[in-house]
């Protein structure tokens, strides 16, 4: 089950609120964490044992690292039950494959199911194992918390990756009000319009293009930046607005990082909680920058090889972590002060280099991404355009200009401005309209849709 589905929004969503609402407050966590099993079972019926075994052993394990004097031995422990847990059900066949290629075996494969979510529930279970160690926070006491913090649906699926001691007060004491429940129905909306509206909108142009031309292979990259730009951040804020609803506080996972002005300004903007993880819990612990410079290569190297390999078992994933990690240092070795100077070209260079990280993201080969660099840049021998590429492009420009507009902050300004200027009533008076007029036109796009999927579910 995902967000964007008349299932969720109009059978499943009704229904926790009901039950969460009616409830008294000592038993909201178990509602919660009851419809939460319930949400991931309907997706992953197989793989629900593996998400509740994954929060008892942590929470056990936590429990202990809370008491033990043998404090390494059992962070070590859990460390690597998490880690063998995520390379096991992500990696395995990977590993397989890419040994039987390079020694000329063959070890059959073993076509294990990724579990959905994998990656950021084992993430909030080690972020969770390693605060504890470090005495950020003490083990929680009650297992019902622990479980609802892993398992609550908003976040469960595909983030954002939420730290336990950010909504550690929420878990064990929380109010809701009317306010709160208006703000998160709003976000929720807003999200699912990025979503319906204008992601998978873009994603049916992108599945359009199928001809060989230098336009067609510039257009495929751009549409896929905006595509997954709209697609994940649409879910995170459906995620945050959920969790106004129920009570809870996410950290805000994007901030419109396609007006980044360089390539360390994008990452401070794109997926903040898995950027933060990594920093908190690898780059600094290795020493970040306040070492000598072979040490912080070696440490930038790591986080980025990881980040690449973090987001799915394939080449293409880590290269395009790698292609990260080379601009990043050639921006803070030299090009930042360059860049600085500027007032327009600092903009173009950073989508220019986002649209073709996106390209190496979305290629299943590096020869794949061999052959579309060689199509973008008149090294093949294609035409510059055809009539099919021009039809598509004039049938989709009006949703390719409200995406651009969309990726910026103008309207949410414009917003902000309508509410504290003269037309203040007016505002208050449409708004609600406006959302309304949303949530109908993206429920007409989900019935009348057949392409809906979440591209970050696979991660």
């Known amino acids: 089950m995902v967000f964007s589905s008349v299932l969720f929004i109009y059978y499943f969503l009704p229904i926790v609120i009901i039950f969460y609402f009616i409830v008294p407050s000592k038993f909201k966590n178990f509602v919660l964490l009851l419809f939460s099993l319930i949400f991931y079972f309907l997706g992953e019926p197989k793989y629900v044992i593996i998400l509740i075994s994954s929060c008892l052993i942590n929470y056990y394990l936590s429990k202990l690292l809370g008491k033990s004097k043998q404090r390494k031995i059992v962070l070590f ?26 020694f000329n075996l063959e070890y059959p494969l073993t076509y294990i199911i990724m579990p959905i ?5 084992t993430f909030q279970n080690l972020g969770y194992i390693i605060d504890v160690y470090l005495k950020k926070h003490e083990p929680s006491n009650r297992l019902i918390d622990y479980m609802t913090y892993i398992c609550l649906f908003p976040q469960l699926i595909a983030g954002p990756i939420v730290r336990y001691i950010d909504i550690e007060r929420d878990l064990k004491n929380r109010s809701n009000s009317y306010a709160k429940i208006s703000r998160g129905i709003k976000r929720f909306v ?4 990025k979503k319906v509206l204008i992601a998978n909108v873009l994603g049916e142009f992108v599945k359009l293009i199928i001809t060989e031309t230098v336009l067609a292979s510039w257009i495929k990259p751009i549409l896929f930046t905006l595509q997954i730009y709209f697609d994940f951040s649409g879910y995170s804020d459906m995620a945050i607005g959920l969790g106004y609803i129920f009570g809870f506080h996410f950290k805000e996972n994007f901030n419109y ?6 390539i360390t300004d994008f990452w401070r903007r794109w997926h903040i909680s898995l950027s933060s993880w990594f920093k908190d819990y690898v780059y600094i612990p290795l020493g970040g920058s306040r070492v000598n410079k072979f ?13 690449g390999f973090w987001h799915g078992a394939n080449w293409n994933f880590i290269l395009w972590g790698l292609y990260f990690f080379v601009i990043l240092v050639i921006e803070k070795l030299f ?4 860049l600085d100077k500027t007032k327009v070209i600092k903009y173009i260079y950073t989508l220019f280099i986002v649209m073709l990280s996106f390209l190496i993201f979305s290629t299943d080969s590096i020869s794949n991404i061999l052959l579309e660099l060689k199509n973008m840049f008149f090294i093949s021998k294609i035409p510059f355009s055809d009539n099919v590429i021009i039809y598509y492009l004039r049938s989709y420009m009006v949703n390719i200009i409200v995406s651009i507009i969309c990726s910026t902050p103008l309207i949410s300004k414009i917003a902000n401005k309508l509410k504290e200027g003269r037309l203040k009533k007016l505002y208050i008076f449409i708004e609600p309209l406006i959302y309304l007029g949303l949530l109908i036109l993206s429920t007409a796009f989900l019935i009348d849709a057949s392409f809906n999927p979440f591209l970050y579910f696979r991660f």
Do not use: C, E, M
């Open 335 to 338: 090009l930042h002060k360059y």
């Open 295 to 307: 040490k912080w290569f070696r440490n930038l190297f790591i986080v980025w090889f990881l980040t």
């Open 117 to 121: 979510g994998i990656s950021f529930f």
């Open 190 to 193: 807003i999200g699912l319009s």
């Open 257 to 262: 990082p396609l007006i980044a002005n360089s």
């Open 77 to 102: 422990v859990a460390i690597s039950y998490n880690v063998i847990q995520l390379l096991v059900f992500k990696y395995i066949d990977f590993f397989i494959t890419n040994l039987n290629n390079l």
